[in-house]
């Protein structure tokens, strides 16, 4: 247990449509990443967020957006929703900035949209 | 352009040593890095080459040759618990690049 929560475990939608994952960082971790992993693409850095602001930005969609709260806990929020959207969602934590390469993840959630 | 290039699948026999490599075609990050994932799970960070040379902790070691552009990660005395994706990654501009990861298969 890497101490990364992340709800919900499975999400199933219809395409169009809007979803939020939430993820809770391990205790004491500022920084909160997310990656989108699916078969063809491999584990795609979505973006970072550190004590509340928006850190780095990577393969991130216009559609998607995220935002981490004063309690450091972070959503992402996916919008517009297709068939290729289908992927897990992980987060992933580290205590501060310069520990990138260090990261702890959760269990990622498994969206599917139909 | 910024990759990370790595097998996509490694077959080896229980109890032996396995070689997993890792090229990569960018420069100015800070180092390497390497996570484990089982199939169903989540990656689980394995091992960070900041500095060039070798890393060991316990049965796995990793290797960073930076003028080689040249990594790999060193699994010793294989169990089959170790069957997985083994991915390499770096930090560069602030974005945290993933190589596509490596399937090893563990034979008995």
């Known amino acids: 247990d890497s101490g990364v929560t992340q709800t919900p475990k499975h999400l199933i939608t219809a395409t169009g449509q809007r979803v939020t994952l939430r993820c809770s960082p391990r205790?004491?971790?500022?920084?909160v990443y997310w990656y989108q992993q699916s078969l063809d693409q491999g584990l795609q850095f979505l973006i970072q967020y550190y004590n509340g602001e928006e850190r780095a930005k990577g393969n991130i969609l216009e559609r998607f957006s995220a935002q981490q709260f004063p309690d450091l806990h972070s959503e992402l929020n996916l919008s517009s929703l297709e068939l290729g959207d289908s992927a897990l969602y992980f987060c992933?934590?580290?205590?501060?900035?310069?520990?990138?390469?260090?990261?702890?993840f959760g269990p990622g959630t498994r969206l599917t949209v139909l | 352009g910024q990759s990370l290039e790595q097998p996509s699948e490694v077959t080896a026999v229980e109890g032996a040593i396995v070689q997993i490599n890792c090229t990569y075609q960018?420069?100015?990050?800070?180092?390497l890095s390497w996570y484990q994932q089982h199939d169903g799970g989540a990656p689980t960070f394995l091992s960070y080459?900041?500095?060039?040379g070798l890393e060991e902790t316990g049965r796995f070691s990793s290797f960073l040759s930076r003028s080689d552009s040249y990594g790999y990660l060193l699994l010793q005395e294989l169990q089959m618990k170790d069957s997985a994706s083994y991915f390499c990654?770096?930090?560069?501009?602030?974005?945290?690049?993933f190589g596509k990861g490596t399937r090893l298969h563990i034979l008995p």
């Open positions: 205790s004491g971790d500022l920084s």
């Open positions: 080459n900041a500095l060039d």
């Open positions: 992933a934590s580290s205590p501060g900035l310069a520990d990138r390469d260090t990261q702890y």
């Open positions: 990654a770096v930090v560069r501009d602030d974005k945290i690049i």
């Open positions: 960018t420069s100015g990050f800070y180092g």
